[in-house]
């Protein structure tokens, strides 16, 4: 049916629609609308809901509901538009709030009253105008601290599966996260998306129990808010997270889960639009509408602030491939990718060995920052545990005793590895000095010989002959070490 | 730029950055408009009657129908001049710093602001005298841009004729007229600036055999998988495989004389990394500053999408201009895939009938035309010169059956395919051996016999002892390596000393980022003097056993590290330890055996 319109003492109001499908509108016979203008649709009982225009033509917009479109009816129906694109409010006073998905007081406390209203889309940052990312943050997690440092500005996120532990481990790296030299503690904004109560719960309990709820943000749009208004979630946070940095100067941990729930909803429009679907049935423009969420982190000239980001996502089947942690990885500067296997055996933090990256790290690590042996430590602990798994693998098919002993001394470093530098407590907060200490004590269960990529002067200053190790002096039998 | 068209060119539809207009009946195919009131910089990309379709390369949030659509009668075009090398410009040549001074951090919608600085003045120097004849591409005069690059102001590739006047050695701007040329269609002003449309390729007398291979200091690059001065690369690779360390460190190290670097939908953080590192890098060769040959196009994935689409074609449209002068110009593209996915994304907009995974048809020619702008040239002015051209690949899931890596392979001569198992395993540059390839291996080998006799003969050795370890692993897989001779556990003990100690190169390493030509040669004829020393020694009854324990062998998986490029010497008396402790071994085994 065709719109008609009547004006109102707020505004040009459209009533009736042409079209209403999944999460869509149609709108006919519209005037002066913009591409991407924020739309306040009511349904037949006068209740407003927030929408955005995807398409606009002279006559007709296509309008994405973002609190789905149950209830709504072509013919009553009514629309405004409301003359920008979607807006939030910024103010300092926002901390130790509670908001839902679309930045609306969720904790029954006031709106905030502030006069500066963003845009949640944000702006690029000029390349020009970036400051590289340097500053080595101690999570105290050796997995983290000794092989996959993060630094400040960074954006690096953790790859899950379901029933693994992401919740506990992200938690405990806000916990603990902090600077070796300055006293500064982040401000946290924390966005969830499609995740259930309990997740959001075992959060705020967190962020009360270190005392951090009054330096934190939330953004709430849970399993059982409107799908679509997901997609506006992160930006949100993510707009806030810029005014604390940027214009507050504050150093911002944004937290965002989980981005699978964030990917599927964008499907879903997608799917409404008749978009020729990509992989899986995502859109062709995931990558790049992921970018326009994962670039809002770093640093920049003239501000003190940085936001590091921190993006959950699990994976699907675990399957690292999948088109969500894929475009993620190729965004992100590396990623935390936690392992099932290792989970099973018991080992907190599950964070996997080999898959797991962070490529600030080179920056941030080292003489100057850390401690001169921490990248060769790193790079040494890497490539020894990548032998590991070829061992294992061998020691598979043909049997442990049939291993050489410098493989079988090999299999002894990774359980030491695992069980002595990967796993430790939730609570237990390590300072780097500790991590790399460790790293040397389970490189040391290796003949000094093995270890090419440490340099002789720093074997001598940290290679210590553990006890207990059998002293490597014959050579080994039908190895393939390298 | 003048702006014509009609009043009654106005916006009809609005979908993210392609925007229909009506009223355009006197508009070009890839014309370059402005759009609403802050003039959003868009091309016309179809033509239907009088309505044009239009792709913006500016967000066009808030733009309605209605708004006015001008027309400036020009294809999207650079300006070419002194000013280009030490820059950074995004996908549509503003330059990044000029964008920041005006709007400060963020990049505001519908900044403009010039490619070059008309203001500053630089020292011409003319090479022609009036009366004198001129054709295209001939330099008129020179300007030092920078220590390392001669800028030569050339005869534009439409021009020829007599100079009526050219002016004196002396300081002029951009825009200052310098010499008349008296064509067949009257006078022509030329000035130290020229304009030229990025999808057409820039004239060149002919086409040349490749014979000079692009030096890297890559050891798998320059000594299995080389690269000829005017050839193609892909590099191919599942995330965090390494593409784009490995591009920087070709960028860094290569014997380029200019370098164009394209951010194509990648990170913010790794084109600040190249604008933080390269000012204080040292060129190897002549031991200045390496931004002081570097041109950077950036158009991060937070920026618009059609703009990274028109970023390769800016950037190679720079590397042609250089090699006009004369020079060897290197292109790095990170990532085609990217701008293939720009194309893609466009094409939807348009809603043209998609081909493989939802790419246009179209793809592949597009493919092919960009790798074609490559090469090795006669250019107008008849200098030999080249564009070498390296396009990352990021393929989904990191599985090359994809349409782009498939498609690009057609056009590449190289293969660098990234390994994600070995990038795991931290072993870098993650290119696997055996999955890469070079057809430029004949067109360089004269090039390096002159530079080493042996090369061809190492080189294959080398590869030949890799393929067998392969093999070998199949069996130790399944049996363990007990069960091999010591002659074949020898082969899985140097294929490993070649992984670590030649393969394996770390971008962080002091001495070992950038490996000169002979010391890659030197480090490859240490290992398999080890080899053949070794296949004698077992030979002669020596267990494998007493010659991995020999004290050389983990100096040779060291060497690369611990001595630099001018420690050549070094690496003489390492050859000569293996052939001491060898022999010694020998001998004792023959005592023993007497
Ligand atoms: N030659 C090298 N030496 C040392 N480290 C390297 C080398 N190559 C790659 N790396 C490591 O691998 C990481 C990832 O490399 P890089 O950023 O180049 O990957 P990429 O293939 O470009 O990934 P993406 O597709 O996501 O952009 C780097 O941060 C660095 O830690
Ligand atoms: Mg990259």
């Known amino acids: 049916m065709d719109t008609t ?103 029954g406390g006031s ?37 996959n440092a993060l630094v400040r500005g960074q954006k690096l996120p953790v790859f899950s599966g379901n029933g693994l532990p992401h919740d506990r481990v992200s938690a405990q790296i806000i916990r603990q996260a902090c600077l070796l030299e300055e006293e500064v503690k982040f ?43 997901r997609l506006l979630t992160p930006r949100v946070a993510l707009t806030m997270a810029e005014y604390l940095a940027f214009d507050c100067g504050q150093h911002v941990l944004v937290l965002l889960t989980d981005m699978t729930n964030y990917c599927e909803s964008l499907r879903e429009v997608g799917t409404a639009r008749g978009e020729i679907p990509g992989r899986k049935g995502y859109p062709g423009y995931l990558y790049s509408d992921l970018a326009s969420i994962y670039e809002r982190a770093g640093r920049i000239e003239g501000s003190p602030g940085s936001i590091t980001q921190m993006a959950i996502l699990t994976m699907p089947a675990d399957d690292i491939s999948h088109p969500v942690p894929d475009l993620t990885g190729y965004i992100t500067e590396g990623q935390i990718v936690l392992d ?98 460790l790293g040397w004590d389970v490189l040391s269960t290796l003949p000094r010989d093995e270890l090419h990529r440490v340099s002789d002067a720093l074997l001598e200053k940290y290679y210590h002959e553990s006890e207990g190790t059998p002293v490597h002096e014959a050579p080994p039998q039908g190895s393939v070490s390298g | 730029m003048t702006v014509t068209g009609t009043m009654e060119s106005a916006a009809t539809r609005i979908s993210g950055p392609i ?50 659509v001008r027309c400036t009668g020009v294809p999207l075009s650079v300006w070419l001049g002194p000013g280009l090398v030490g820059n950074i410009y995004d996908g549509i040549q503003r330059p990044l710093p000029g964008i920041q001074a005006s709007s400060g951090a963020w990049i505001r919608r519908g900044e403009k602001v010039d490619p070059l600085d008309t203001e500053r003045r630089w020292t011409f120097e003319p090479l022609v005298r009036s009366g004198e004849v001129v054709t295209a591409g001939q330099a008129i005069g020179q300007v030092a841009e920078t220590p390392l690059v ?159 689409e028109v970023s390769i074609y800016t950037g190679i449209t720079l590397a042609e201009y250089y090699r006009d002068m004369g020079l060897s110009v290197a292109v790095f593209a990170d990532s085609t895939s ?55 690949v990021s393929p989904p899931g990191g599985d090359f059956s994809e349409p782009v890596t498939q498609h690009t392979r057609r056009f590449v001569r190289c293969f660098w395919a990234l390994d994600t198992e070995l990038a795991n395993a931290r072993h870098y540059p993650s290119i696997h051996w055996l999955h890469s390839y070079s057809e430029y291996v004949e067109d360089v080998g004269p090039w390096w016999k002159k530079e080493a006799p042996d090369w061809v003969d190492l080189r294959t050795e080398a590869l030949t002892l890799l393929q067998r370890e392969e093999r070998l692993q199949q069996i130790v897989k ?32 002091e001495n070992d980022m950038y490996c000169t030509p002979e010391r890659q040669v030197a480090l490859l004829r240490i290992i398999l003097t080890l080899y053949h020393r070794g296949r004698d020694l077992i030979e002669g009854g020596v267990p494998l056993a007493r010659i991995r324990s020999l004290g050389c062998v983990p100096q040779i998986l060291r060497a690369k590290s611990a001595f630099s490029n001018t420690e050549l010497e070094k690496l003489t008396e390492l050859a000569q330890r293996i052939t001491e402790e060898t022999e010694a071994l020998a001998k004792e085994f023959t005592k023993e055996a007497t």
């Open chain 1, 5 to 107: 319109f009547e004006v109102e003492d707020r505004g040009l109001q459209y009533v009736g629609a042409s079209r209403i499908e999944g999460p869509l509108v149609v709108v006919e016979r519209i005037r002066d609308v913009g591409y991407d203008e924020v739309v306040e649709i009511l349904d037949a009982a006068g209740h407003p809901r927030l929408g955005r225009v995807l398409d606009v033509s002279g006559n007709q917009a296509v309008i994405q509901v973002l609190e789905g479109t149950t209830g709504l009816s072509n013919k009553t129906l009514h629309t405004r538009f409301l003359g920008e694109s979607f807006r939030v409010p910024v103010s300092r006073q926002m901390l130790g709030r509670v908001f839902d998905g679309l930045g609306r007081p969720a904790d």
């Open chain 1, 111 to 147: 709106p905030p009253l502030s006069a500066d209203r963003r845009d949640v889309n944000g702006m690029p940052i000029n390349p020009y105008a970036r400051r590289y990312p340097r500053e080595f943050i101690q999570t105290g997690l050796s997995a983290i601290d000794g092989m």
């Open chain 1, 187 to 229: 401000s946290i904004v924390f966005a969830a998306m499609g995740v259930k109560h309990d997740v959001a719960e075992f959060f705020i309990r967190n962020l009360r129990d270190s005392g951090a709820l009054s330096r934190a943000i939330m953004f709430f749009s849970l399993a059982d808010a409107p799908s679509v208004e």
């Open chain 1, 340 to 437: 099932r296997d290792l989970f099973q055996r018991g080992i907190y933090p599950p964070i996997a060995g080999l898959p797991s990256l962070s490529r600030l790290m080179k920056d941030g690590v080292g003489k100057g920052y850390t401690r001169d042996d921490h990248p060769i430590l790193a790079s040494q602990l890497f490539a020894c545990y990548a032998y590991v798994k070829r061992v294992r693998g061998l020691a598979d098919v043909i049997g442990e005793g049939e291993l050489s002993s410098l493989d079988r001394q090999y299999l002894e470093f990774g359980e030491a590895f695992e069980t002595r530098f990967l796993k430790q407590d939730e609570y237990e907060n390590r300072s780097i000095e500790t991590t790399l200490n």
């Open chain 2, 19 to 68: 925007v229909t207009a009506s009223g355009m009946y006197a508009a070009q195919m890839y014309e370059v408009v402005q759009v609403g009131s802050l003039g959003l910089v868009g091309e016309v990309v179809r033509l239907v009657g009088d309505y044009a379709t239009i792709q913006v390369y500016e967000d066009t949030t808030m733009l309605k129908p209605g708004a006015p």
């Open chain 2, 150 to 308: 001669n800028h030569l102001i050339m005869v534009p590739p439409d021009v020829s004729g007599t100079i009526q006047s050219i002016v004196d050695k002396g300081d002029y701007r951009l825009i200052d007229r310098l010499a008349v040329v008296e064509t067949t269609m009257g006078m022509r002003d030329l000035t130290m600036v020229q304009q030229w449309p990025v999808r057409v390729p820039r004239p060149i007398r002919e086409r040349l055999r490749i014979t000079e291979p692009l030096i890297t200091g890559q050891r798998i690059i320059d000594t299995f998988f080389p690269i000829g001065k005017g050839g193609a690369a892909a590099i191919p690779g599942g995330f965090g495989t390494g593409k784009t360390i490995t591009q920087h460190q070709l960028a860094k190290w290569s014997n380029a004389d200019i370098v164009v670097f394209i951010g194509c939908g990648e990170r913010g953080n790794e084109m600040t990394e190249v604008l933080r590192e390269f000012p204080e890098l040292k060129d190897p060769r002549s031991g200045r500053p390496l931004m002081e040959r570097t041109i950077l196009i950036a158009n991060t994935s937070n920026m618009p999408v059609a703009a990274r």
């Open chain 2, 338 to 392: 990217r701008w293939a996915e720009a194309l893609r994304e466009l094409a939807a907009r348009l809603e043209e009938m998609p081909a493989e995974e939802g790419f246009p048809a179209s793809l592949p020619t597009r493919l092919a035309q960009f790798y074609e702008r490559g090469g090795t040239v006669t250019t107008l002015g008849g200098t030999q010169a080249s564009v070498s051209i390296v396009g990352a």
């Open chain 2, 478 to 509: 399944l049996v363990g390596p007990d069960v091999l001779p010591d002659g074949q556990r020898l082969v899985l003990f140097i294929a490993e000393i070649m992984k670590d100690g030649f393969l394996a190169q770390s971008s962080f390493d």
